[in-house]
């Protein structure tokens, strides 16, 4: 799986970046991106804290497979920027990253009090609070990824939203079942 989609996004990488469609692209494009950069990337660091800190070997497979999904998917994305002349952040604006210690917003970001509390906590109170906050970041990343859908215009950043809407609606499903399970 991780091998088909390195394959996959290193494939789609090189037809983008060899296409004159690279231009083709618009501020919701080049948004999603910035946003759902970010959001990969506390996805990843969320999942690296699974390896020492998980009991479930469960929790830390898909953990793994969520690390290996995104980590390409960030390089693929920081290319387009690259390519768009956009820079990794925005000048103003911008999606709310966390960092108050309020609730999780519509995209589903861990606040830094979250991401605090994840980080202390180990065995099965790590399990159930991982995948707790691991379910509301990836409807936060489905959200985002429909929006790209509706007002996008990069088909290649549309195809890799239709990709996160895909793989982390499966995703939430198999959390859902190992938490109803009682890990």
């Given at each position: 799986?991780?091998?088909?989609?390195?394959?996959?996004?290193?494939?789609?990488?090189?037809?983008?970046?060899?296409?004159?469609?690279?231009?083709?692209?618009?501020?919701?494009?080049?948004?999603?991106?910035r946003?759902?950069?970010?959001?990969?990337?506390?996805a990843v660091?969320?999942?690296?804290?699974?390896?020492?800190q998980?009991?479930s070997?469960?929790?830390?497979?898909?953990?793994s497979?969520?690390?290996?999904?995104?980590?390409?998917?960030?390089?693929?994305?920081?290319?387009?920027?690259?390519?768009?002349?956009a820079?990794?952040?925005?000048?103003?604006?911008?999606?709310?990253?966390?960092?108050?210690?309020?609730?999780?917003?519509?995209?589903?970001?861990?606040?830094?009090?979250?991401?605090?509390?994840?980080?202390t906590a180990?065995?099965?109170?790590?399990?159930?609070?991982?995948?707790?906050?691991?379910?509301?970041?990836?409807?936060?990343?489905?959200?985002?990824?429909?929006?790209?859908?509706?007002?996008?215009?990069?088909?290649?950043?549309?195809?890799?939203?239709?990709t996160?809407?895909?793989?982390?609606?499966?995703?939430?499903?198999?959390?859902?079942?190992?938490?109803?399970?009682?890990?």
């Amino acid at each position: 799986m991780k091998r088909i989609a390195l394959t996959l996004f290193a494939g789609l990488f090189l037809v983008t970046a060899c296409s004159d469609k690279v231009k083709d692209h618009n501020a919701q494009d080049v948004s999603f991106v910035r946003d759902m950069i970010a959001h990969h990337q506390q996805a990843v660091e969320m999942s690296m804290m699974a390896s020492a800190q998980a009991a479930s070997p469960k929790v830390k497979d898909l953990a793994s497979r969520i690390r290996a999904a995104q980590d390409p998917e960030i390089v693929t994305m920081r290319a387009w920027l690259s390519a768009w002349g956009a820079s990794e952040t925005a000048t103003s604006g911008g999606m709310d990253h966390g960092g108050g210690g309020g609730s999780m917003g519509s995209t589903g970001m861990m606040t830094d009090a979250q991401m605090s509390e994840l980080r202390t906590a180990t065995g099965p109170a790590f399990d159930r609070m991982f995948l707790t906050m691991m379910t509301e970041h990836h409807r936060g990343a489905v959200t985002m990824a429909r929006t790209e859908l509706d007002k996008g215009k990069h088909p290649p950043a549309k195809q890799l939203a239709r990709t996160i809407i895909d793989a982390q609606e499966k995703e939430i499903t198999e959390m859902q079942a190992l938490l109803a399970g009682g890990l």
